[in-house]
């Protein structure tokens, strides 16, 4: 099993960034995906999530009407589409697999990818 992210890099502040995460190696459409992002002396915290079936999304608060998170089972892909970048969202961001429904908490996830440094600027 294996989750590949790719896409960060260095925004300014009010930029955009796409965030893509590639799975292999087991049933893709069987897994609720998530994002997931840790900033420096931080905790892991939930960012977005997408059910199996890519019908409903769920965003935290702090990035409601600025991050959408989409899904591709041709590509066996999740994304993260990523508007109005604030200096705040400077993390490292984690693509998550879990088997079934969706959850907010990193502790119930299968899979994880090693994760995109995401860097926003003044």
């Known amino acids: 099993v294996q989750l590949q992210a790719s896409g960060g890099g260095l925004v300014q502040a009010g930029g955009s960034l796409r965030l893509s995460c590639a799975a292999s190696?087991?049933?893709?459409?069987?897994?609720?995906m998530a994002w997931f992002r840790q900033a420096p002396g931080k905790e892991r915290e939930f960012v977005a999530r997408i059910s199996r079936s890519g019908g409903s999304t769920y965003n935290t608060d702090s990035v409601k009407g600025r991050f959408t998170i989409t899904r591709d089972s041709a590509k066996n892909s999740v994304y993260l589409q990523m508007n109005s970048l604030k200096v705040e969202d400077t993390a490292v961001y984690y693509c998550a697999a879990r088997w079934g429904s969706g959850s907010n908490f990193p502790n119930a996830y299968d899979y994880w990818g090693q994760g995109t440094l995401v860097t926003v600027s003044s």
């Open positions: 190696g087991y049933n893709f459409g069987g897994y609720g």
